[in-house]
């Protein structure tokens, strides 16, 4: 007996993406069947939010009414609204430079380590994700308001053709296996890099899928110490004021050897991971097992004498896991009746905590082409063709993007004086970005098509893009750190409107108003009409719904 299900549209995973995805198409009216491999709760990585990803939340929210998605987006609503889901506070990102062999001490003048905040304070502050509490709510929501979903389904086969596409495989159950065909109009592929539709589809690879490569070593962590419990950092007299406790961050330990990461959760957990650089690795000739991941994680921690302290009593949640090579790249993000979301279509490097924004800003753009029309006929996908044409262009174009940003920033991971100019650059967009979704109604702004159609990262800007595209060129040259300071400061600003690339901070960079008021010309507003904005900083008035939903 073969079980028969027919949709609109099959979405093809149920991470947080899909899982928004299918109950936004849902909400609209379209018939949706949403689909996973597995069961939840599971364990998923990518658990740091940023900025640009709680705004895209909080538009979500607005356009189809998902209170528990604007709840998400900050840490003060998170923790009134949603307690039973395991969060952690991320007031900023924090950097040290790990010396090879030695203890970190802090270094005069703040300079080997750097700290960016992304809130004023706790109640609006970022977040990192418990993936398996958040991923299973939002199938949970999704099923509550009626959405299709089956679990344990793996799907065999696709096949795409005029009328439609035909999905085989089977549903795994306790009681005994049985066989699914499924018929949609239009499939989306939400499973991640290297997914469903590639495989089926013969998606070719690209060749060069990054200037760079990388592998991970990662768990979740028991009993480790916030590292400024285990090595300090005494406030100095002629410095000014740390801007956030340096630990409720998305932490990153740069290494010789590549990077780690450590996400701190609310109720102690940790998650985290080594970025091993391939390259690195073979040139330092470490020669890690990584068919013995534990052994490789010792192997790292015993390289850097101050993690290796913080880590002492530390005990991993399951076992410590390793991957292949994290860079991937599809040719395609979207062809006729299919679309891949963005991590499915490219992933680089979780190094500035771009998955969540960018995979929400795929779930914006598709869910306002798919769910056009909704409930005045079925879907017809000739009327969206030159939408996906124009998705798969911007996803193109954001990739080529964070490629670049990234391929400046890992050979200088190991050089925190030259890293932290690249860094500005990244930040520089990243909050030019997020201040102008805040400040200005997206016709100001030239987004009249709504907010999700600019570029990730500034990468429509013609000013980010082109300071992106040389960064690479520039990081590589030799010469003195102030001289990749000054061309990034130059650079940048326009576009600077917190105050970046100052020396006078020493590496500590607070969220403030006044550099905010003195660069306002930059957003094209008066300083009293941005005082009379403000409290849309920190969620004063709703994100407006996006014209193209």
Known sequence: MTRLERAEVLVVGSGFAGAILARALH????????????????????????????????RLAATYGFADLRHLAAWGRWRRHLPHLGC?????????????????????????????????????SDTQWLRADVDAHLVERAVDEGMRYLDRCELRSCQIEAGGAR??????????????????????????PGGFLATMLGIAERVRPARFSTRLLFAHFDGLPPFSQVEPSPPRADAPAEPF????????HLLDAGWMYQLRFDAGLVSAGFVVDTEREESLGLRLPWGEPERA??????????LARQFEHARPRGAIAATGV??????????????????????????FSTGIAWSLLGVERLAGLLGEGAGCGSLVPAAIEAGLERYSALLEREADHQEALLAAAYPLLHDLSRFSAIAQLYFAAASFGELRQRLLEPSEGGAAEGWCWQGFLGATDPLLRAAVEES??????????????????????PRNL??????????????????????????????AELERRLPRLRGGSPVRAEASA
């Not at 010396?99 to 300079?111: C, D, K, V």
């Not at 406790?245 to 998305?250: D, F, G, H, L, V």
């Not at 279509?345 to 979780?350: D, E």
């Not at 690479?472 to 600003?493: F, N, Q």
């Open 245 to 252: 406790p340096e630990s409720w961050a998305a932490v990153h």
């Open 297 to 306: 994680f010792g192997i790292l921690l015993e390289r850097y004498p101050s």
């Open 472 to 493: 690479p060129s520039r990081a590589a040259r030799d010469g003195a750190p102030s001289e990749l300071h000054r061309w990034v400061r130059k650079t940048i600003a």
């Open 27 to 58: 909400a609209r009216g379209r018939d949706v069947l949403l689909v996973e491999r597995g069961t939840h709760p599971r364990f998923a990585l990518g658990e740091s939010s940023t900025p640009l990803a709680n705004i895209a939340l909080e």
């Open 498 to 527: 917190i105050g970046l690339a100052d020396p006078a901070r020493q590496n500590l960079y607070p969220v403030e108003i006044p550099p905010l008021l003195a660069a306002c010309r930059r957003l094209g507003l008066e300083p």
């Open 326 to 351: 994290l860079q991937r790249r599809l040719e395609r993000a979207a062809g006729e009746r299919w679309a891949v979301l963005p991590q499915a279509y490219a992933f680089y490097s979780p190094l």
């Open 88 to 124: 952690g506070l991320k007031r900023g990102f924090t950097f040290y430079a790990q010396p090879t062999g030695s203890r970190f001490e802090l270094a005069a003048r703040n300079a080997n380590r750097l700290l960016v905040a992304a809130s004023p304070d706790d109640e609006v």
């Open 167 to 192: 999905c085989e495989g089977m549903l795994r159950r306790s009681s005994g296996d049985e066989a699914l065909v499924v018929e949609a109009a239009f499939v989306v592929d939400a499973s991640g």
